[in-house]
Structures are given as C-alpha cells and as structure tokens.
C-alpha cells in the first residue's frame, strides 16, 4: 500500500505493490510472503483484481455488490462479487469493448459495444442477443422510461434501438459530422451528445426534436490563445436537473447551468490530452475529472483544487463506488487500480476495516507530496532575492532546499529577468535559422564555444581522414565535432575551457603530450602507407631514429619537467597575488582613535597573524630546529638516486663488488632517538654494575677445585683450574 498526500489529503493506493504470478505454488506464495517486505505490506482487497494486458472499461453495479471491467487481451469481460472479495465469472468476447452499461441492479442484464459495429446483449446465465448498428459507435445512452438505447458514432446520426419492441427506430440527425459522447439527464431526460466540431446538442426524447445547440469550443480557449483546430466534446457527464459538465479534447472541463450558454467555469488541466471520464461528488460538491495522466479532485463552485491522484501507467477509465471515498481506475496496465481517499467519504460496508487501518497509518507521520508548489534551492534564493524569506511562511524547508508557491516563484522570476521570455525566444529563433542552414552547402566554420578544441579536432580529422582515403579499406573515426552527445560543449557558453585555471595549466602538459605522441603515431602510420604503395620489401629503420623504449622515456622525462615548472609558477603567482592582498589591506587601513589612544581598523586579523603557532612533538624526540623539517621535506622530493648518493656519503649504505662480478649493497638502520638513549642508559648501567664488583681471590679451597692464582689452568681473572698448596 502507496500512501501519499497531495493538499494535506491523504490518498491510499491499495493496488500498490508486487502481484504474485499465477502458476506459482500455494507453497511458493507463502515463501514468497515471508521473506519479502513489499509482499507482505500489500494488501489484496478484491483476488485477481486484473486483466490479463489492458482495461479499457470499469463499472459498478447499483447494487454495490458487482464490479466489472471490460479488457483485452483476450477481448473478455471479467464480474467480481464484492461480498465475496473475489471473481465471480469471466467471459470471453469476439471484439474489443468500446463501451458497455448494466442495465439491471446486478449483473443480470449487460449491454456491450464492441469495435466492428457489433451490440451485444448478456444476461444471467451468458449470450443472449446480438445484432449490427449501420456505422462504427462510440458511445451509447439507455433511456429507462422509454427503454431506448442511443448509439452515438462515426455519423451524423444518433441511431435508437428499442428494447421493449425490439427493433430500431427512426434516427436523430444532428448538424455534427460525428459524434463521440453522449449523456441522458436522471431527473428531466434530457438527452445530450457532444460533436468533433466542439458543441453539444441537447434533444427531447419525447418529441424527438432538438431543444437547444451549446458551442462549447469558443468558450475553452483561454484569450490571446492560437488555435489550430476547434476542440471535440470528449467527455459529457449531467448533474441534477440543471448542471452539466462538458470535456473537451484539449485538456478543459466546462460547467455550465442548462439555462445559459456562458460557461460558469473552465478548469484546466494543462496536460493538453482529452479528458476521459467525469463525475460529480454530492456530498462535498466536488467534480472528478481524469485524462489519461491525472486525476484531479475541484471544487465545482470555485475550481479549487481539492486534491490529485497520477498513476504510474496512463488511465483509460475512472469509476466511483457510490456513497464512499472509493475509486477504481482502469489502466494501461494489467492491474487495476484501487485508492481509497478517507476524506471523500468512508469505506465501504464489504471493506469497512480499511478506516480502522488509515486511522492507525494516520498517527506515524508520511511523507508529502506538494502539489502547485516549486522546490528551490538556497542557491535559487540567492539568485532570485529571496534569502531574507528563509524562516518565513512562504517558505517550507524540505530536504536540501524549501517549497514555495509556484505564483510566487512566477512572479519574482519575471521581476528578476523581465526579458527571460525574449532572449528565449531570440534563442529558439536562431536554433530553427540554423536547423534550415544545414541543408545548404557545409562550410567549416569555427564554433563560438571552444573555438581553439575545435580547431585542434579538426586539424587532427583532417589527419587522419587523409591517412583512411590512402588505405584501401581504411575509415575515418567519427569526429566530437560531428557528435550529437558533444555538441553542447561547443554551444553553450558554460562549457568554456578556461585556460588561465589552475586544473587546465596543470593538465595541459599532459594533453599537449598525448597529443604529440598521437601526431608521432599518425605519423608513423603515413610513412608505413607510403612504404606500402612504394611496396618496399626491405624493412629497415632509418637512421639516427631512437626506440621507442628511448623515446618514451625522454617524453616521460620531459612531461615531468614541464608539469614541475608549471607548479613552481603556480606556487610563486599565489605568493605573489598574497603578497598583493596584504599590500593592498596596508593601504586600505584607517586609522582610528578610542580613548586617546590609536588603535587599526585590521587590529583583529594582525593579531591573529602576529600570534605564534604552536608544534607539538612526540614522546622521545628532542626539538632541534625547524631546519631539519626542511631538511625532511627536501629529502622526500629528491630522487632515489640523490638519495642513495647522500646515505653513501653518510655511511649509512655501502655498496661492494663480490668475487662472481655482481654487487653486494648494504645498509645500517637509523636509530631513533629513544633507541639510542635506551642503550646509553644500558652501558651506564653496565660500567656501574663492574665499579661495584668485590674481588674472591682472598678465598680457597681444598683439593681439586677452584684455586688461586698459583693453580694451572687457564681462567680468568685469576681463576683455573688445577692443584694448590697451601
């Protein structure tokens, strides 16, 4: 379930979520349900609620008990019993439905409007009758006090079958060419039809006589608007005895009282698409009128928007459960939709546990979709002005920016750029002068943008398009000249090389490289060509020409160079342009005077230059000079080869020949400053343990054994091993 809120009402989209496939197991499903989210979370109000490709129709019986649609493909009309919360029957058909209608309070007497002119008539146990009407229909009307049917089509004339007499009676011809709606009014009946040509002819059935002609086209187009063609009557719909409703196929809906020929109001959608269907909501005096991308929900007395439904696939049908703040769509989809909006009305008696759920949903805050307001970014606000709004009403944070009225941003962009529409209208001049340029003769002519790319690109086309013609089967490349993906970077002005950047004159070198070892490749290539015109047998490479391993290196060598010095005079023009900067803060100092005393108006920032900064050092070392930092530094941007060179010369590394002619290099760690004190505290220790020693000559033993200084034997300090006398 979908849940969304467009003008802080809350919309439910109970067909939201993954449908399950019908040749899975009950097995399968139940796994299914159990390890994925959204297969729980959905809730499957009515089983097989879908067609088996699109819905073209969708109706509900008065009973409330039956719902059905007509789809494809197959061509079939599907009935399912809302007590039952499932599917009751399916029939397949011939043709496709144009239209159909119940005629009964259930499901027991059907009528259907099929494609190749044929009508068709069901009842409760299936087919009951079928027969032709002289042209192609597009919608019929029954008219219940006379049990006629009015079929309105590709004719001028509005055919009546008799249901009671069975049999067709003499036709309505009207002043349309065609006809593509029609409409019976419940209280007076009225029959009304709408045109191609953009009107509405009302007739009384009683005396089968027109009654009156409404021009419905001249009153939907907004003034000053260009018209192309007269709007079509897409759309009729009849409210009580006096009200109508008329939709045209250029995306307005025009309510009008019967009695006058002004339209009482003119709603747009702006999509410019033909409106499908519309209905009237009673109890809030509300009109829900639905094209093929939006549902919109208006007041009928102010046209005020109420709220707003976009699905996700294009509609074909809109359907109101009677009574309740339910809806069905049928869609270009196979699923059809359902959404229950809580404000419209309660839910219905067979699913009357969906307000227990919304009321449940309702304390856990959702997220809000804003309808007629623009997102703009800080950014947006600096541009236009309107910084010092942030904080305000007018202004809703959300994510990284703020909501705003779209009338307020539409007033202020015209404030702040009062010639916006003219310069895009003088731009889209000339991109059509220049759409018609290209079918004249080409001439190579620099763009505006990147004009020095361009001409690179196109010296080296030349190139190598001149190499291709010499090759028997050789073909150009495409050049980025004649790319449609890169032809806004020679267009528009914000694709600018700046060459003066820091990124550019950095990356420069190593462009200018490749480039040159791509003009040393083509050249290459040319003289490889030419040698195989000339059909040289002897392959020799010509003399004082290097390897390329050589010349690879001395490219490598020389790229290196160049970017050094192009950091070396990156790093000296920020010095310079730092040294300029304090200059010119000296020179823009003012002297003021507080207290008898003269104080600087920069006192601030030469404190905080004039303040010492501060080095911490680690445990163990000994602070020196900053000298060895430089050294350091210097030492880490040297090459291996200084390197070697200076810890040769240190002793720290010796290197030696051995006897089998390779050689032998040796190096001697560095020790630390803890190290070294570590092992001068270890000798001190040392010389202080040998100072504290006692001698043990004064001591002697009997027989064999330890002697003195007199005893053989090898010892030291004295001792050995041998005989003694005393």
């Given amino acids: 379930m979908q849940i969304s809120s467009v003008n802080d009402v809350k919309i439910y989209n109970l067909s939201y979520g993954k449908s399950l496939p019908e040749w899975l197991s009950d097995r399968k499903k139940r796994q299914l349900q159990k390890k994925d989210v959204d297969i729980q979370r959905r809730i499957e109000l009515i089983q097989d609620f879908e067609m088996p490709t699109v819905c073209t129709s969708i109706k509900v019986s008065r009973d409330g008990q039956f719902i059905l649609a007509a789809g494809t493909y197959k061509p079939r009309i599907r009935c399912y019993d809302t007590y039952q919360l499932s599917l009751k029957f399916e029939r397949c058909l011939d043709s496709d439905v144009v239209a159909?209608?119940?005629?009964?309070?259930d499901y027991s007497k059907l009528v259907f409007l099929h494609s190749d002119r044929y009508i068709e008539f069901h009842s409760q146990h299936g087919h009951y009758y079928k027969t032709r009407i002289p042209k192609f229909g597009r919608d019929f009307s029954y008219h219940y006090p006379s049990c006629?049917?009015?079929f309105v089509g590709t004719s001028s004339e509005v055919f009546r079958l008799n249901l009671e007499q069975g049999r067709f009676l003499n036709s309505l011809q009207t002043d349309a060419v065609e006809n593509n709606v029609c409409d019976i009014n419940p209280v007076h009946h009225l029959f009304a039809t709408g045109t191609s040509e953009g009107r509405v002819e009302c007739w009384d059935p009683r005396v089968r006589n027109r009654v009156g002609i409404l021009d419905c086209a001249l009153s939907s187009l907004p003034e000053g608007a260009e018209v192309q063609g007269l709007p079509a009557i897409s759309a009729l719909k009849f409210n009580g005895s006096l009200t109508m409703a008329a939709g045209t196929s250029t995306g307005q809906v025009l309510l009008y009282d019967l009695r006058s020929n002004q339209p009482l109001l003119v709603k747009d959608h702006f999509y410019n698409l033909p409106i499908k269907s519309l209905h009237f909501h009673d109890q809030l005096d509300l009109i829900v009128s639905a094209d093929s991308k939006i549902i919109k929900i208006w007041n009928k007395d102010t046209g005020k928007v109420f709220s707003s439904i976009q699905p996700q696939t294009n509609i074909n049908d809109v359907c109101i459960y009677p009574n309740t703040g339910m809806l069905f769509t049928a869609n270009e989809d196979p699923k059809m939709n359902t959404f229950y909006i809580p404000a419209l009305g309660p839910a219905p008696r067979w699913c009357s546990f969906l307000d227990n759920l919304t009321e449940e949903l309702e304390e856990s805050p959702e997220s809000t979709v804003y309808d007629d307001y623009k997102f703009v970014t800080r950014k947006d606000l600096e541009n236009l002005g309107l910084s010092h709004l942030v904080g305000s009403s007018l202004l809703r944070a959300y994510m990284h920016g703020y909501f705003m009225d779209i009338r307020l941003y539409h007033k202020v962009k015209t404030m702040a750029n009062p010639f916006a529409y003219e310069e895009y209208r003088k731009d889209k001049i000339r991109q059509k002068i220049e759409e018609s340029r290209t079918q004249r003769v080409q001439v190579k002519k620099l763009p505006k943008v990147n004009k020095?790319?361009?001409?690179?690109?196109?010296?080296?086309?030349?190139?190598?398009?001149?190499l291709a013609s010499?090759?028997?089967?050789?073909k150009a490349l495409p050049s980025i000249l004649g790319d449609d993906r890169f032809k806004v970077m020679f267009e528009n002005p914000e694709y600018q090389v700046d060459e003066h950047s820091e990124e550019f004159r950095l990356?420069?070198?190593?462009?200018?490289?490749?480039g040159q070892k791509r003009k040393k490749k083509l050249r290459l290539l040319a003289q490889q060509v030419a040698a195989s015109q000339q059909a040289d047998e002897e392959e020799e490479e010509p003399e004082g020409r290097a390897s390329s391993e050589e010349e690879s290196s001395d490219d490598d060598k020389s790229w290196v160079e160049e970017v050094r010095e192009q950091r070396r005079l990156l790093r000296q023009e920020d010095r310079d342009r730092q040294r300029q900067r304090r200059k010119e803060v000296d020179r823009n100092t003012v002297l003021l005077e507080e207290n008898g005393g003269e104080i600087t108006a920069n006192m601030a920032e030469s404190k905080k230059t004039s303040q010492p900064q501060f080095y911490q050092i680690k445990a163990g070392e000994e602070f020196r000079s900053f000298n060895d930092m430089?050294?350091?530094?210097?030492?880490?941007?040297?090459s291996l080869e200084d390197r070697l060179k200076l810890e040769e010369h240190t002793?720290?590394?010796n290197m030696a020949d051995t006897a089998v002619g390779s050689k032998q290099l040796t190096f001697t760690l560095k020790k630390s400053e803890q190290q070294k004190k570590q092992q001068q505290a270890e000798r001190e220790h040392h010389e202080e343990r040998k100072k504290l020693r006692r001698s043990a000559g004064h001591l002697s033993s009997r027989g064999r054994g330890w002697g003195g200084s007199s005893g053989r034997g090898r010892g030291r300090g004295g001792r050995g091993r041998g005989r003694g006398r005393y």
């Fill in 630 to 638: 430089a050294r350091k530094q210097r030492l880490q941007k040297a």
């Fill in 100 to 105: 159909f209608d119940i005629l009964s309070d």
């Fill in 148 to 150: 006629d049917l009015f």
């Fill in 507 to 514: 990356l420069n070198p190593i462009v200018s490289k490749v």
């Fill in 651 to 653: 002793g720290t590394s």
């Fill in 452 to 466: 020095e790319l361009a001409l690179k690109l196109m010296e080296e086309g030349d190139t190598e398009a001149e």
């Fill in 470 to 474: 010499r090759k028997k089967k050789g």
